[in-house]
């Protein structure tokens, strides 16, 4: 959890939300994909992106303004 634990670090060093919010944040976060478990990989191929912006700053594509 190397590069969740920088980011981590930054909630609580920006003072945004407290440090025993994100002590407990940084425990639960892996169990976010225990719901995928037999979950069809059909379904789970569209719930991919649905992080995806209109402007192209969403994730894990990134598609750029105009794709949509």
């Not at 930054?10 to 945004?16: A, K, R």
């Not at 025993?20 to 976060?29: D, E, I, P």
């Amino acid at each position: 959890m190397g590069p969740q634990r920088g980011a981590f670090q930054q909630l609580v060093e920006s003072q945004l939300v407290g440090e025993n919010y994100v002590r407990k944040l940084f425990v639960s976060a892996p169990l976010h994909d225990i719901g995928k478990v037999g979950i069809p990989d059909h379904i789970l191929g569209i719930a991919l992106y649905h992080q995806e912006k209109w402007d192209g700053s969403g994730y894990p594509e990134g598609f750029r303004p105009g794709y949509f």
